[in-house]
């Protein structure tokens, strides 16, 4: 256990930084004053010393692991975000879910609390929605449910594996760019999902070759052989009436 000084000096600290809201920052301030002006404080006072500077270090975890550790599966993301994080403070990525809600995840500062964590944002909901640390653990709020953070985590996932891919869908969805939400005003621009400068602090590619890149897996979508669906259907109405000629 730290000693009593210490105990006093990080409740100073947590008054500091406005951990205590006005109704609760009472009763540390007075701990701190009686230890100031009398040099020690009663059992049951150290005990709450202790208690709340403790807390303060060691927040209780507010959210819960989704359970199973997704290390590998985030770490192309995070890879993603840390080249960025060279040219950057804040680098940024605008998405959207399914339903087409906003998604939007951003970078911890070093100097932050959680230096190199990938906050997440729903600023249409319930906001600040969980934190992926750079281990690649996913922590989503308790708010969100465990579709909505599977969802997350997938898109996260993909976003790694596939920047471009994600990039293009969004910017098809939105026709703007996913690493700083402005209008996609170039043809080059459009076909990769981003522009130029984005392309630079993310380190990808841009220009022709990014574009051929991109239309190769349009093409791949467009290509994909499918059973000839007239064919099919004929040959399901010939099925029905053989049967009707059969039943009758
Ligand atoms: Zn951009």
Same mark, same amino acid.
């Given at each position: ?23 609760? %920052? ?11 002006? $009398? ?26 692991? #989704?359970?199973?550790?997704? =290390?590998?599966?985030? *770490?192309? %993301? ?6 960025? =994080? ?10 959207? *879910? +399914? ?18 964590? *990938? ?12 934190? #992926? ?7 989503? #709020?308790?708010?969100? /449910? ?19 891919? #994600? ?16 209008? *996609?005003?170039?043809?080059? /621009? ?17 220009? %022709? ?17 499918? +059973? ?17 000629? $059969?039943?009758?």
């Amino acid at each position: 256990m730290p000693t009593l000084q210490a105990a006093i000096d990080t409740l100073q600290d947590a008054i500091n930084e406005g951990h205590f809201s006005d109704a609760k %920052v009472d009763f540390p301030a007075s701990l701190i004053r009686q230890f100031k002006h $009398r040099g020690s404080l009663s059992q049951k006072q150290e005990f709450w010393a202790h208690k709340l500077a403790d807390e303060y270090l060691n927040p209780p975890e507010k959210i819960a692991p #989704v359970g199973t550790k997704v =290390a590998d599966s985030f *770490l192309p %993301v995070l890879a993603l975000f840390e080249k960025a =994080a060279g040219k950057l403070q804040y680098p940024t990525i605008w998405l959207c *879910l +399914a339903d087409g809600q906003p998604v939007i995840t951003s970078r911890a500062a070093a100097h932050s609390k959680n230096p190199g964590h *990938l906050y997440v944002k729903l600023p249409d909901s319930i906001g600040y929605a969980g934190k #992926v640390s750079p281990t690649g653990e996913f922590f989503p #709020v308790q708010a969100l /449910s465990p579709a909505g953070s599977k969802e997350i985590a997938d898109l996260l996932t993909r976003l790694g594996a596939d920047p471009i891919g #994600v990039a293009t869908e969004y910017a098809k969805l939105t026709g703007r760019c996913c690493f700083c939400d402005k209008h *996609l005003d170039n043809e080059k /621009s459009v076909a990769v999902g981003y522009g130029p400068t984005c392309a630079k602090n993310y380190q990808l590619p841009y220009g %022709v070759n990014a574009m051929h890149e991109a239309n190769a897996k349009k093409a791949v979508v467009i290509t994909n052989p499918v +059973a000839n669906p007239i064919a099919a259907q004929g040959r399901l109405k010939l099925d029905d009436m053989i049967a009707s000629v $059969r039943s009758a």
